[in-house]
Structure formats: structure tokens, C-alpha cells
């Protein structure tokens, strides 16, 4: 095992070398300028006292790890390391990362597996979730499969050279997201669930959340994702270093398996191999349908990433739904009240723990006032008539000193200004109430504008080259923005762009931010990068296979270009003849095009249809998943159409298909 283990780390080293290389070629990101020196400077004088105890919990109970954290897939490929975060050790932060992200991502480095105390152990750093695993008396009950079943396997391989090799009896989802699942495959099999030898346990409401989010805008969030995640950045200290919870995201196979039980009261208690849980839902914070766990027996609360050695995203940069500040808050508070005097030790699923009563329950009311202060603050500013960056400014630089002096509340995932926007959004809208901001201009033809008021790009790019040797990053990456979107050819601004973006970049606390800056940077500079095999996405074949039918329909209509679909009207009849993933048999639906919106009924058949397709739902998976083509089913007899078969290939000619590589920085086509 451990040879192997070591041939893995090399592999890894030698193709993160040649990824390294392959990255230097593309123009060189610049040094720190002197506005940004000195603004990096003024942060560290203002930093938090050290708290030595902060590095006794991160390296409390460590046992062992793996060289470099390495995960390596079956066809050689690097699904996850911590090879090229060697930079880390300098123990001074360099003048091209803030200061205090610099030591966050210092401490993101521990890696390995945990006791955090007799029969509770975490699997920390080798992917962007933690592994928490506790022994009961016949077998082990895991929280989190992590994101990719590869380096779940790793963490359960690791768990095992150490400890007794007990079974899995019950995998908890800590909630919908990703990164929380997707492993699950490298745990246990489907036919072991199904049997009954293992429990998939998650809060109510998480397969259609889980599935939801990641489908319907799901290309946009996966894009947008790269920017928040920085997965192409080059690691250095000029590129990614951290994203905040955590180093980076593993690029594996995500898949899912449903869960045979639901936590469904608002706390349920239950009893796994002699083991009490005692699990509290909290909807609506980090995830729609999400959940923690109280462990009497072992005294450890587990907030799942409801409470994280950072300030968290109350709107993420990859999108989401609003996560609600004030419902967050009253979680934890009641987790407070609940548990709190039991619990002597705190874990998350992401980043380290929290050990001794004291210390636990003031991280608690630290997070939950944070949340709450978020939530007051703004309203009460909304409420005063502040615009959303004018409410983001004033938070921003009025703290309360009793959180700013936390480390666990500093904005290394989240942060403050993005917290305020997020608020006001939740609770007015994108409409700041200025008439003038109702029907504004699109970027490009605002650009325009901007470039003809400011007499011309000559000017205007003179005037921003002052204002970059000002330090005014800010006003320069606006200014330019609107240049390229007026002019996306002209190189002066994409370079001048990507130099202020790169500087606030630099600049930032949050990882996240810093990711987005420096990403924006590198397409202004080089342009789009390819697809890249095995980058994240989120539409895997299993959660293609959870989608309902209901779901699929929904997909169509959002793929559906309506100014094609113009004064077409097409009714089509669906027969499924081996039901749907919820297992209903011989479902019937009728899909009508009409007013260039799709809509459809379950259970009905039109007398009038153009066309009646009947299908497997199996046939159906293949096509989605680009297994299949439609003409291939019809012409193998898999898809049978009663009709005009026309009418079926005119639906399909109207569906958009999404590019993963959308532009961000740059315009976009114009649209027909």
C-alpha cells in the first residue's frame, strides 16, 4: 500500500510539473505595485492576535497522511494533490497576497487523518470536504463521501491502514451540495444500499435540491464556478492558493446515490450500531436542505458548513439561490442553546475543528452574531434609503472590533461587502430605486457610450494609466471593462484590465475573490482557455439518471429558443415504458410547444398529438447523456413514433445547446 501510495505521489509531481509549464507560457502574471504593497502592509498591521491555540486544534490527533495528499485515477490522471503549494511554507506572507489570506492558506495545508477523539476521526485536506467517520459497534457511519469517488476511496483506504477494518453501515449527506456526495461510489455500491447493508441518510428535501441546482443552470454555475475556484490558475503567489475552506477541488467522477431515509423533523433523533445522532435540519442557510449532528456519547457537535473557520458566501460568485443571514443565525443560536453545554468538542466538513467547551461556545456566538449583524446592519441601512454598494462600503469598514479580532469570522470565503449585497438582494432586488439604473443600457452598448463621452479609447486609456499608477484598481477595471465590451479587440485595455483586476486580486482576503480576479486577469490576457477532460461539472450521469421526467421537461423548456420556436405549434405524446427514477410505470406525458413556451401535462395523452414517442426511460438517459442520438434510437427501433415524425426532429431543431466556455469578461454574441 504504501509503495503504491508513493508511486502516486510521484506521478502526480511529474504531471503537475508539466500542467506548471504548460501555464508559463501564457503571459506572466505582473508584480505587486507599490498602491498594492502598501495596502497589503496596512492589512497586516491590522490583523488579529496570534491564537497559538488555533495551530494545537488544526494538528490535534493527527495519525498519518499520504505524500502530497495524492489522488491518482485509474488512466494516471491527477484527481487531486497538494503538490505546488510548496510556496506555502514562507512563513511571510509575499506583497502579492493579502496578509491575512496568506496565513488562512498556511493553515489549509494540514492534511491526513484525525482522532478527534476515542472513535471519532476526520479525513481532512486531500479533497475539498472532510471525511468524518465514527465507529460504531459493528461498523463505521461516514458524513460526507466528499466530491469525487476517487479520493473518497483514498480517505477510506488511509481510515483503514489505520483502524480496525470495519464495515460501512450509514453514509450521511450533510446537504446538497456536490461536494458532499459525489464520492459516495467510491464507498459503497448501489447493490449494498439496496440490499440494506447500508443507509444513505440526508435532510428532507435534498435529491431536489441536489438535482435541481445542478442541472437547470447548471452550465452557468460550472462556468462560473472556474472564476470562484480559479481551476485553471496557475499555483503560485501570484495565482491560486486557496479557495477559502479549503485548497482546491478535486477533478474526479461525481456520482450519487438516493438516500433510503430522510431526516424530516426539525431535530430527529436516531440510533445507528449503538451510536445516537441527534440531527437538527437548518434549511435555507448554506444549502436548501441541510442538516447538523449532535454525538452525545462522544460530547462532538458536527455544524457541517454551518459554522467554518471563515466568514461564508451569503450569495456564492458561482451562483445560487440567496442563503438567508437572519435563518443562519437562529440555527446556530439554537444549536447553542441545544447543545452547547454538552459539547466540548466542534467539527465541520470543512476546515479544522474547535476543541475545549470554552472555546467552542464562543466560536458558536461569534458565527451566529456575525450572521446577525450581517442580516441588522444592512436592513437597517436599506431602510435608511443606502444604495447596495453604499450599504457594502459602510459595512466594510465598520466592523464590529469584537469580530474583527476573530479569526474565524474574517472574510477569506465570503466577505463582508458581498455579504451586505447579498442581504439587500434577498430582501429588494437587483432594483437599487434610482429610475435611472430601471432600463439601463446593456454592457456593450453602454460601453460605447462610455468610449464617446470620454472622447474616444486614446483618452480614456491615458487617463486610466494615471489613475492605475494612482492605485485606483477599482476604477480602472471598471473603466476598462467597459472599453472591451465597447472594443473587445482592443489589446491596450484587455492588458490594462487584467493588470487592475490582478492588483485587486492581490489585494483580497477572500480566496474566492482573489480566484475571480486573478481568472478574469488571465482571459483578458490570453483569452478563453479550451475544456479540459475531466474539469467539473456538474450534470454527471448519475444525477442525469435522478433527474424526473417532470425535471427533463423543465430542462427542455430552458434550452428552448423562443424567437425560433415563433409561431410554431407541436403537440407530442411521451410513453415511458419502464417509469421514471422515482419508479412509477407507464408514465404518460404530453408535451406542447405553443407561444414559444413548452409546457406539458402528466398522465395525458393529446387525441391530436403531431406525434407519440414510446421509449424507455433508459433510452431517454442515453440521449441526454450524448450516448445516444435521437436518429440513432429511431433508427434502432428504441425510440418507436407514432405520427408525423417530423414533428419530433422540428422540436429538437429548436433546442439551444449551452457552451461550458461561455464569455465573462468579454461580450458575448450578439443575439439574433
Known sequence: MKKIMKINAITASLLFIMSTAQAQLLNAPKDAEPATIAKNAETARHLPPADPQIDADIAHGFIGSIPDAATIGAQGNVVYTLKGYEFLQAEKAPATVNPSLWIQARKGMGNGLYKV?????????????????????????????????????????????????????????????????????????????????????????????????????????????????????????????DIGGAKALSKGTITLIEPTRYVTQAVEKMVIDGVEIINMLTPGTEAPAEMIHFFPQFKVLDTGELACQTQHQLLTLRGASIRDAQAWSNYLNQALARFGDDTTMLVGQHTWPVIGHTRVINYLSKQRDMYKWLNDQSLRLINLGYKPVEVAEFMSKNVPASLANEWETQGYYGSVQRNAKAVYQEYIGWYDGNPANLDALSDADYGRKFVAYGGGAEAILKRAHADYVQGEYRWVAQAMSHLVFADPSNQEARNLGADALEQLGYQAQSAVERNAYLYGAMELRNGKKTPVAGELRTDSADTVKALSIDNIFDYLGVRLNAPKAEGKHIVINWNFSDGDAAGKNDLHYVLNLENSALTYLVGKQSTTADATLTLSRATLDAILLQKLSPKQAIATGLIKIDGNPQAFGMLLSLMDTFSPTFNIVTPNPVLP
Not at 453501515?169 to 444500499?193: F, P, R, W
Open 117 to 241: 477523539t476515542d472513535g471519532f476521526y476526520q479525513v481532512r485536506g486531500i479533497d475539498l470536504t472532510n471525511m468524518t467517520i465514527v465507529e460504531g459497534k459493528t461498523g463505521i457511519i461516514i458524513i460526507d463521501a466528499m466530491l469525487s469517488t476517487e479520493t473518497a476511496r483514498s480517505a477510506l483506504n488511509l481510515y483503514y491502514s489505520h483502524r480496525p477494518k470495519k464495515p460501512i453501515v450509514a453514509i450521511l449527506y450533510n446537504h446538497s451540495h456536490v461536494d458532499h456526495y459525489g464520492g459516495v461510489k467510491g464507498l459503497v455500491s448501489e447493490e449494498d444500499v439496496k440490499s440494506g447493508k447500508v443507509q444513505i441518510i440526508a435532510p428532507t428535501g435534498f435529491m431536489e435540491h441536489a438535482i435541481s441546482e445542478n442541472v437547470l443552470a447548471g452550465n452557468a454555475m460550472s462556468r462560473r464556478a472556474e472564476y470562484q475556484f480559479g481551476t485553471s490558475l496557475p499555483r503560485s503567489d501570484r495565482g491560486q492558493l
